[in-house]
C-alpha cells in the first residue's frame, strides 16, 4: 500500500506541476484554483482499473472540483489512446 500511496502522489505531483508551469502558479492553493479551471484529471494506468480507484476517490475529495478520467488497461491498449488524446489536443 506504501507503494501504491507513493506513485499516487508522485502522478499527482507531476500533474500539479504541469499545471504550475502553464498558471505560474506559486502555492498549492494557486495550483488548485488553475487545476480547477480545466475541471479534470486524466489519469492511465496499467493494470485493472481497481488498483486506482482508491485513489481516485481521495484525490476527488481532497480536490473537489477536480473530476479524475480513469483509463486502466494493458499498455497494447492504451498507447493508442493516448497517443489520439495528444494529436487532438496539437
Excluded: C, H
Aim: glycine share 8%; hydrophobic share 50%.
Amino acid at each position: 500500500m506504501r507503494l501504491f500511496k507513493f506513485l499516487a502522489l508522485s502522478v499527482l505531483a507531476i500533474t500539479l506541476a504541469g499545471v504550475a508551469a502553464q498558471a505560474n502558479a506559486q502555492s498549492i492553493d494557486e495550483l488548485y484554483q488553475a487545476a480547477k479551471k480545466e475541471g479534470a484529471l486524466s489519469l492511465n494506468g496499467g493494470g485493472p482499473a481497481g488498483l486506482y480507484e482508491p485513489w481516485v476517490r481521495e484525490f476527488e475529495q481532497r480536490f473537489p472540483g477536480i473530476k479524475v478520467k480513469l483509463t486502466a488497461d494493458f499498455s497494447n491498449i492504451l498507447a493508442p489512446i493516448m497517443i489520439a488524446r495528444l494529436r487532438k489536443e496539437n
